[in-house]
C-alpha cells in the first residue's frame, strides 16, 4: 500500500505548480490513470511573464496564444479571460475559440493552405486580421472578402532566412513558411505587398515572422528584425509611403524541461531596445505581437501516471508506467526530458534507472532528465511527467486501443473540475469504426 501521507509534489529545483501527494491519489482513484491535470493560476502567471518581459517596449505590446499548442477549451476560456489575441491556423481552431469565450476580433489568422474557401469561412465569422504568406493566398483572401463584402487587414508573413538555434526551426531552409523578402517570382514579400497596397477590400496591417519552437539563443530574432527593418526601408524608396501598424514576431519562447533557458525578460531585454529603435527608424510605432504556444501552456501541466511493473535487467532497473508516447509524443519525437518524479519519492536507486512506456514499441523509452527524481518508485505509486501541457494532450493518439485520458484542471479557486471526460473502451471503439460494423 502506497502511503500518500507525506509531503507535496514539487520540490527544490522542479518546476511550479504545486500540487500535494494527496490530491493526485484521490483524482487517480477518481478518474483512473494516466491524466493531465492543468493548472489554471500557472497559465495566468505565464501571460504576466510575458507582458513583462515587454515591458521596455515604448508602443502597445500584445501577447497572442497559439491554440495549435493546446486547444483545451479550458485553457482557451483561461486565455480569453485574459483579454490576450489568439494565433489560430484553422478555421475549426477558430470555432473552439468562439465556442470558449474568445472574440474573433482578437484573432491573427495565419494560415499554411490559405484557400479562398477557407479564407471566406473564417471572414464571415468575423476575423479580420490575416496573414498571407504566398501570392496565391493574397488573391485567395481578396476573393474571400470581396465575397463576404468587408475589409480585411492583411500581414504578410516573412520568412527573413536567419539562422536558427533551437529544437524546431522554421526560417532557413524552410520555404514552407513565409516569404522571401525580395526574390524574382511573384511569391516574395516585395511583390505581395506591391499588389496588397493596391487591391481594394484588403488593408495592409504589418509583418508576421515565426522562426521556430523552443529557441534557445535569442540573436535570431535580432537579426531577423534588422532584416526587416532594411526591406521597410528599401520597399518604401520603391513603393511610396506605407503604415507598420502590427508586428507579429511569432513564437518560440523555450521552456526549461530539464534545462536552463532565456526567460521573456532575457529574450525581451535583447531585443526591445531594437525594437524601440526600429519604431524610430520607421516611424511608426506598432502594435508589438509575440504569439506563443509552449511557453503559455507547457508549465501548465502535469501527465500522472502509475508505476505498473519493475524488472531488473543487467544491471539496470526497469520501471514501467501505463502512460506512454502515445499521450506524450515528443518524448519519443524530440526525445524532450520531461522531468518526471515518483510520489512519493525515496532513496535514489542505486542501480541504474529506465522509465519506460506501456507501448509494445522500443520507442516508448522516456528520456530522463538531471532534475528527474525516480528514487522510491514501487509498484502501485504515482509517477509524475511536468511540463507536459504544449503539444501533448491535442496529439493523443489510439495506438494499442489506448483511449485518451482525461484532462483535469485546478482552478484558480482552489478546486478540480474535468477540462475533458476521458474515453473509455466502448467509446473508443465506437470512434474506431466499431460503429460502422452494421453497415
Ligand atoms: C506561426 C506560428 N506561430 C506561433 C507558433 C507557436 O510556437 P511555440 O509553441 O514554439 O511558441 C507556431 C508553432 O508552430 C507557429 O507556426
Known amino acids: 500500500m502506497v502511503d500518500t501521507r507525506t509531503q507535496s509534489v514539487s520540490r527544490a529545483g522542479l518546476a511550479a505548480p504545486r500540487f500535494a501527494d494527496e490530491d493526485l491519489y484521490r483524482l487517480a482513484e477518481k478518474h483512473g490513470t494516466p491524466y493531465f491535470l492543468i493548472d489554471e493560476a500557472t497559465l495566468r502567471k505565464k501571460v504576466s511573464e510575458m507582458e513583462q518581459g515587454f515591458s521596455e517596449y515604448k508602443g502597445v505590446f500584445r501577447v497572442a496564444y497559439s491554440v495549435k499548442a493546446n486547444f483545451n477549451p479550458s485553457v482557451i476560456r483561461t ?12 478555421a475549426n481552431e477558430l470555432v473552439f475559440v468562439l465556442k470558449s469565450g474568445g472574440s474573433a476580433e482578437n484573432v491573427m489568422y495565419t494560415s499554411i493552405t490559405e484557400t479562398a474557401e477557407e479564407y471566406e469561412k473564417i471572414v464571415r465569422m468575423g476575423v479580420r486580421k490575416i496573414v498571407v504568406a504566398s501570392y496565391n493566398g493574397l488573391l485567395n483572401l481578396t476573393e474571400a472578402a470581396t465575397k463576404a463584402g468587408v475589409v480585411v487587414k492583411a500581414m504578410i508573413r516573412v520568412n527573413p532566412e536567419v539562422h536558427v538555434h533551437a529544437e524546431l526551426r522554421g526560417s532557413m531552409g524552410h520555404g514552407k513558411f513565409g516569404l522571401q523578402f525580395n526574390g524574382g517570382s511573384q511569391d516574395s514579400a516585395f511583390y505581395v505587398l506591391k499588389k496588397l497596397l493596391n487591391t481594394p477590400g484588403l488593408e495592409f496591417e504589418g509583418f508576421h515572422f515565426h522562426l521556430g519552437s523552443q529557441i ?29 501598424n502590427t508586428l507579429d514576431i511569432g513564437g518560440g519562447l523555450p521552456v526549461p524541461y530539464g534545462k536552463k533557458v532565456p ?3 532575457d529574450l525581451g531585454g535583447k531585443i526591445v531596445e531594437q525594437l524601440n529603435s526600429l519604431v524610430e527608424s ?23 501516471s502509475r508505476v505498473v511493473n519493475i524488472k531488473s535487467f543487467g544491471e539496470a532497473k526497469y520501471i514501467y508506467v501505463d502512460a506512454g508516447y502515445h499521450v506524450l509524443i515528443d518524448s519519443a ?70 483511449p485518451r485520458p482525461p484532462v483535469l484542471m485546478r482552478t484558480s479557486q482552489g478546486g478540480y473540475a474535468v477540462a475533458r471526460k476521458g474515453q473509455d473502451a466502448e467509446k473508443l471503439f465506437a470512434d474506431e469504426g466499431g460503429d460502422c460494423l452494421s453497415n
Open 79 to 90: 486565455f480569453a479571460s485574459e483579454g490576450i489575441l489568439f494565433d489560430l491556423t484553422a
Open 216 to 244: 534557445e539563443d535569442p540573436a535570431c530574432y535580432a537579426d531577423a528584425i534588422e532584416k526587416l527593418e532594411a526591406f521597410i526601408l528599401g520597399a518604401r524608396r520603391q513603393l511610396g509611403p506605407f503604415t507598420v
Open 263 to 265: 526567460t521573456p525578460k
Open 282 to 304: 520607421i516611424g511608426d510605432r506598432f502594435t508589438l505581437v509575440a504569439e506563443s504556444g509552449r511557453f503559455l501552456s507547457a508549465e501548465s501541466t502535469v501527465l500522472v
Open 333 to 402: 519525437l524530440l526525445r524532450h526530458e520531461y522531468p518526471v518524479e515518483v510520489v512519493p519519492g525515496g532513496k535514489p536507486s542505486p542501480q541504474k534507472v529506465a522509465l519506460v512506456g506501456r507501448l509494445c514499441d522500443p520507442l516508448d523509452v522516456f528520456p530522463i532528465s538531471s532534475r528527474s527524481k525516480l528514487g522510491g518508485a514501487e509498484v502501485g505509486k504515482l509517477v509524475v511527467f511536468r511540463e507536459v501541457g504544449a503539444y501533448s494532450l491535442v496529439m493523443n493518439m489510439p495506438f494499442h486501443s489506448q
